[in-house]
Every structure is written in structure tokens, then in C-alpha cells.
């Protein structure tokens, strides 16, 4: 068979391909070392590119609320092939606004054309000066709020807390102003977090109701498939995340990835995710429901939902 030596002394066999073939084989070759020219002079970045890869603002921000399920949401949003987000939370728009909106949009992953960008931080929903400046990067930004009957996400914060800071004062101790009365203690931040109805306020004398999507931090746990439906609709994306991706742990007891992204291996959330919340005594807990119902009431009234967290069985 007839042999030629290529490049570096590695022989190419051509001989058993006809004319055409040996033609088409040539042409590609001739098209390769032209373009592989053409880059090494630096000219690569003038030629057009068939995909877009690039850094975006997010145009959907999960803003809240902090422990109502949010890292849950971002990983089963994630297995969306179009969707992208950073993983760690940025606390632009309420740490570190002055490092610019370049710092920001620096921070986000590069996405394709027709991915979209997204990024959480839960504290966002209650930064005074947030909505406005989400506002002032784009009007059309998707806002996202998974929202958690406020007592139980007040004892799931103060956990949170007390595993940071083992010494810290009871749960009820930190929940009044004054224990006799029953007065509540509103400038606690666990406390403060869950009157969802005074926050929402604030985003709304920015945004419409219409740029919003109130998930249910609790049937995130009992039908992630249902809720991630809502979200993907909500996104304008496709629903490609359903039921086939999710199994229920019994030992984690909450519902976990069969195929989380980048990984073909099942997989739950960290065991910060799903903590056991220390015994709260009754009536502390009677007396905050009492608190927040008003406010919860309130809050089902702006957003046309009932989260049923009054609701008595
Ligand atoms: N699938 C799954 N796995 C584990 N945990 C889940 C899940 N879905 C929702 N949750 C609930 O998420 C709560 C933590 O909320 P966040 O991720 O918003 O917390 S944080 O604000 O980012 O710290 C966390 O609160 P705790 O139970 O108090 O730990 C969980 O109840």
C-alpha cells in the first residue's frame, strides 16, 4: 500500500481510500493547518464563534430565606442542563455591593447561549437596600423565595447558631424581651427573619408580584418533584428535573439526588442540611405561632398563597 510520512515521520495510510476520499482528506488537512495558522498569529478571537461562552448576571436570584431550603433548591436546580450557578453565595447586594457589579458578574460560571445564570443568598431577602439595587442591575431579574412555617425555620437558625457557638442562651431565653409577658423579642434575627410579610413589602416597592416565585420550604421535603415543576415553569425552562431524579433517604430523612451534577453517584445534602433541632418547650413555641400568625396572614394575602402553617390538623 502506497504510504506518505507525515509530520514528525508518522505515516499516514492512505492507499486503501478512492480519489474522492483521499481529495475530501487533503482538503480537511489543508483547512486545519490554515485555521491552526490563523490562531497561533492570535487572530482566533476575531474568528465568529458558534456558541456564546460567556460571564452573565444572574438573571434569576434565589433571595431567601435563610435555613427555608435554599441550598436545596440551588443542587436540584443545578441537574438543569440550562441552568448554571456559583456555588458558594456571593452577598453581593448586601456585603460587598462596593466591590461593583464587574466583581460581581466575574463571580458567576460561564454559560453557553440559552443557559441561564443563577446564584442564592438567603440574606438578601431581608438587606433594606437589596431590592433596589437587584433592581438597579436589572428589572427583569427572576426573584426567588423559599419560604419555611417560621417557627420551626426560627429554632432551625437558632441550631444553626448554637453549633457555632455552643454557650449561647436557650432558645427561649433569646425569644423574649420578656418572659413574664410573653413579649417577643423582634430584634432577635432568628425572630426577625420570619415576618416574611414586612420583607416582602420592601421588595415590592421595586419589583411586581409578577417577578416573583414563593416556594414552599416544606413541600420541597414532601414532593421535590412537584415544587421543582413550579420553579422550572417559573424559569422558563423545560421540566427536565421530575421525579426519576429523586429517591427518599430514610436515614437522612429528607429526599436526595440519584445523579447530582458532575456526579453519576447518588447524593444527599451535608449534615448541616437536615440538622436535629433541639426540644423547644411547648408554650414557647405556642406563643411564637401566636406572634407570627397575623404576619402569616398577611403574607398569604400578598402572595395569593396559603403555606397552611396556621393551619390546625
Ligand atoms: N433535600 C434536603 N436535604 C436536606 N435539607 C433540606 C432538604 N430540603 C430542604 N431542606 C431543609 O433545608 C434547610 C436548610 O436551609 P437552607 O439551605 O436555606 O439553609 S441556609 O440558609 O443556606 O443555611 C434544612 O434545615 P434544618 O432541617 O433545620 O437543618 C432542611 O430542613
Redesign the pocket.
Known sequence: PQQRQGVGGAAFNFGHLKVQSKLSVFLTMIILFVYLFYCLNGFCEYLPTPVYDRKKFPQAIIIG????????LLEFLRIHPDVRAVGA?PHFFDRFYDKGLDWYRNLMPRTLDGQITMEKT?SYFITKEAPRRVFSMSRHTKLIV?V?DPV?RA??DY??TVSKSPGLPSFKNLAFRNATTGLIDTSWSAVRIGIYAKHLENWLRYFPLSSFLFVS?ER??TD?AGEMGRVQDFLGLKRVVTDKHFYFNQT?G???LKKPEGSSRPR??GK????P?PQIPSDVLLRLRDFYRPFNLKFYQMTGQNFGWDDTA
Open positions: 430565606v435563610k435555613k427555608g431550603g435554599t441550598r436545596a453565595e438567603p423559599v419555611r420551626t429554632v432551625s441550631t444553626q420550604g420541597l421535603v421535590p437522612k429528607f429526599p436526595c444527599c445534602l448541616s442540611k437536615g440538622r433541632h
